[in-house]
C-alpha cells in the first residue's frame, strides 16, 4: 500500500463533469487530483456530433465564463453530415424526436438575457469537451491519474482515506463524479430511487448493404423508434423493459435482428464498427452529500439521454458546487453553503428526470402514443409552443430559489458590455464574485474593499444595463442582488456575507 500526498478535494471521475469540476477547484486556489477508473478516455462513441444543439445556455455560459467555449465548439465541418445540420429549418432542439425550430421562438420573453457569445447552444462532441477540459485541468495544476478507480474509501470528521488500487489518497473532500454507477455513491450508501426502464435503446455505426433502404432522420414505428443519418449511424429504441442493456455482447446478427423489427425493414448489415446500450431509467439522489462526501453529474442523477440534458446538468452541477466547495475548504463560509448546493441543484435534476420520462411517453409504440404526438407537434409548430420547448431544452430561464427582491436574482447575469468592450463573461474568468456598478460612486466601491480578493468591484458606464444600477455576481455568475434604484446597503451586506462570508474586520 502506498501513501499519496494529501489533497483539498480528489474528484473521482474524468468525464466532463469531474475534470470541470476539477478546473474550478484550481481555479479557486484548492490542490485536486481527479481518480480515474479507464486508462485511456478516449472512445469512438464520444467522437459523434452531440446533439442539434449539444450544449444548453448555461453550459454554453459556464465556458464561456470560463475562456473555454471557442476550444470547445465543434468546428462547423464536424457537423457538416448530421442530418439535422442539413434541414432547410434550423432546428432549436426535439422533444422525443418532435422538433422546434428557431424561427418560431420568441426571445423577446426573455428580457433579462443580452446579445452574446452564450445565447444559443452550441454543437460539440463529448470526445473534444473531454479533451480541452483535461487540457485546462492539466495546465491549471490538476493531477489526473488514470487506472486508478476509486475502490473503497473512509471518512472521519476531517478527512477522507481514499483506497485506488495499491495506493492512498488523503482529501479533505471526495465527489463522486464517477458515472451512473458510481462506485462513490454506492460505498457512501446514498439513497438513489426512480423509475425502472421500458426500453433498450442502442446507438451504433454499421455499414449496411443497401443504405437507401433506411430513409434518413427520425422515424417512429409500430415497434419503436429509430434515427438514421447515413452512411451508417443510428440511434433506436426497442420497447424491452431495458432486457438487453449491459446483458449480453452486442453482435452485428443482434442490431441487424432489432433494427428490422424496429424499422420494419429488412436490411442487412455488413459489419458492425461500434455499438452502445443505454435505457430509460431514471433516478436520482435522495441527498447530494453525506459528511465529506459529495455527488455530481451521473453519479447523482441518471436518465434517458434523449436531447442531451445529461452532460448539460452535469456542467451545472460542477459549476455551482465548484467555487462553494471551495469557499468551505478556505474557510470563508461554514459548510452549510454546501446544503444551498443540494436545494438549487436536485430540484433541476428532478425536472430533468420529469421531463425524460415523458419523451418516454410520447415515445411508447401505441396508439395513445401516437396521438399524443400528433397534438404536440400541432402545438410545437406555435409560437408559444416552441418558445415553451426552448426555455426547458436551452434552459433559457433558469432561476434558483435566492428571493424575490428583483426578478433577476437567481437568474443568470445578462452579459454587459462596458465602454472599453469588456464584458461581464470576460470578467468572470477569474473565478471571482463581481459587484458591477453602472453608478459610479464611493458607496459601493467601498463596501466591495471589505470583501477584497472575493468581490471584484467593476464601476464604469455599460450598455443596456437593464434599468439597473448595480448587480452583485456570484463566482458562477448566477445574481444574488441587483438594485434598480437606490442601493439598499442592508441587502447588499447581507448578501455579501451570505455568499462570500464576513468582511474583513467585521
Not at 8 to 13: K, S
Not at 116 to 144: S, Y
Not at 377 to 398: H, Q, S
Request: charged share 20%.
Amino acid at each position: 500500500m502506498h501513501d499519496c500526498t494529501s489533497f483539498d478535494v480528489v474528484v473521482a471521475g474524468a468525464g466532463p463533469v469531474g475534470l470541470f469540476l476539477a478546473c474550478e477547484l484550481r481555479l479557486a486556489g484548492l490542490s485536486v487530483a481527479v481518480l480515474e477508473q479507464a486508462d485511456d478516455a478516449s472512445t469512438p462513441l464520444k467522437r459523434l456530433p452531440f446533439g442539434m444543439r449539444g450544449l444548453s445556455i448555461p453550459s454554453v455560459e459556464a465556458l464561456y465564463r470560463r475562456g473555454l467555449l471557442d476550444d470547445v465548439v465543434a468546428p462547423v465541418e464536424a457537423m457538416q453530415n448530421a442530418h439535422w445540420a442539413r434541414q432547410k429549418r434550423a432546428a432549436g432542439g426535439h422533444f422525443a424526436g418532435i422538433p422546434f425550430f428557431d424561427d418560431r421562438i420568441d426571445e423577446s420573453r426573455w428580457p433579462y438575457r443580452l446579445p452574446n457569445p452564450a445565447a444559443r447552444g452550441k454543437p460539440t462532441t463529448m470526445a473534444r469537451i473531454e479533451t480541452v477540459l483535461a487540457d485546462r485541468a492539466t495546465a491549471l495544476g490538476v493531477q489526473i491519474r488514470r487506472g486508478a478507480g476509486v475502490t473503497a474509501f473512509e471518512q472521519t470528521g476531517h478527512d477522507v482515506t481514499i483506497h485506488a488500487g495499491p495506493e492512498r489518497w488523503r482529501a479533505r473532500w471526495l465527489v463522486g463524479c464517477d458515472g451512473g454507477r458510481s462506485t462513490v455513491r454506492k460505498l457512501g450508501g446514498f439513497a438513489f430511487v426512480g423509475t425502472e426502464p421500458e426500453f433498450t435503446g442502442y446507438s451504433v455505426e454499421i455499414e449496411l448493404a443497401d443504405p437507401a433502404l433506411l430513409a434518413p432522420g427520425r422515424h417512429y414505428t409500430p415497434q419503436g423508434m429509430y434515427t438514421y443519418q447515413p452512411p451508417g449511424t443510428i440511434a433506436m429504441v426497442d420497447f424491452d423493459g431495458g432486457a438487453f442493456h449491459r446483458t449480453q455482447p452486442i453482435t452485428r446478427e443482434q442490431v441487424q435482428a432489432v433494427l428490422r423489427r424496429v424499422s420494419g425493414v429488412d436490411v442487412v448489415l455488413n459489419a458492425l464498427h461500434l455499438a452502445s446500450t443505454w435505457t430509460d431509467r431514471a433516478s436520482q439522489a435522495s441527498t447530494y452529500r453525506q459528511g465529506r462526501l459529495l455527488l455530481a453529474g451521473d453519479a447523482a442523477h441518471i436518465h434517458s439521454p434523449l436531447g442531451g440534458q445529461g452532460l448539460n446538468l452535469g456542467l451545472g452541477d460542477a459549476m455551482n458546487l465548484g467555487w462553494k466547495l471551495a469557499a468551505v475548504v478556505r474557510g470563508d463560509l461554514p459548510e452549510t453553503l454546501l446544503d444551498t448546493y443540494f436545494s438549487e441543484r436536485h430540484p433541476v435534476g428532478a425536472q430533468v428526470l420529469d421531463w425524460s420520462r415523458a419523451q418516454v411517453g410520447v415515445m411508447r409504440p401505441s396508439p395513445a402514443s401516437r396521438a399524443l404526438e400528433a397534438i404536440l407537434r400541432d402545438l410545437v409548430a406555435t409560437t408559444d409552443g416552441a418558445t415553451y420547448m426552448a426555455e426547458r431544452v436551452w434552459e433559457a430561464k433558469l432561476r434558483y430559489p435566492l428571493g424575490d427582491a428583483h426578478p433577476l436574482v437567481g437568474c443568470s447575469v445578462p452579459d454587459f458590455t462596458f465602454g472599453d468592450d469588456t464584458t461581464v463573461g470576460q470578467l468572470l474568468r477569474s473565478g471571482h464574485g463581481l459587484l458591477l456598478d453602472f453608478d459610479p460612486g464611493a458607496l459601493l466601491r467601498e463596501r466591495a474593499a471589505g470583501w477584497n480578493g472575493r468581490i471584484r468591484h467593476v464601476a464604469g458606464a455599460a450598455r443596456n444595463t437593464l434599468g439597473l444600477r448595480a448587480v452583485l455576481v456570484r463566482p458562477d455568475g448566477v445574481v444574488a442582488w441587483a438594485a434598480q434604484e437606490r442601493a439598499d446597503e442592508a441587502a447588499l451586506d447581507k448578501a455579501c456575507v451570505d455568499w462570500f462570508g464576513p468582511a474583513r474586520g467585521s
